[in-house]
């Protein structure tokens, strides 16, 4: 947000809001990818009272859709930063959900198909 400094520690998520654990700048996957995962996150997995379920459901239409426009170069850079986030993920033990929703989410979302 404008005007917030890096470090400062964001509010905690309100109750129903899905959130997705901080990924490391350490592990070089592109930060627009880790971006795209945190919005898909909220906008999928959020209660009905955190935000409108058709306004998500149009911004997910319109995130995944860009999504899938991803070929050559961009698309292999996509599935290698995928496979480094799945075995991060495996390597701090989190939740099996969160890995499966790694594993599938190119396929899910027809990316690259």
Do not use: C
Request: hydrophobic fraction near 45%; charge should be negative.
């Amino acid at each position: 947000m404008a005007g917030e400094t890096p470090d400062a520690k964001p509010e905690e998520a309100p109750d129903g809001a899905a959130v997705f654990p901080l990924i490391p700048a350490e592990l070089g996957v592109h930060p627009l990818l880790l971006a795209a995962i945190h919005s898909y996150v909220f906008l999928e997995g959020s209660e009905p009272g955190v935000l409108n379920p058709a306004v998500a459901e149009e911004a997910m239409h319109y995130l995944v859709s860009y999504m899938q426009r991803l070929e050559g170069p961009d698309l292999r850079r996509v599935r290698e930063d995928m496979a480094a986030l799945v075995g991060f993920a495996r390597e701090e033990k989190w939740p099996k959900q969160h890995v499966r929703f790694l594993q599938d989410f190119l396929k899910v979302n027809e990316i690259g198909q």
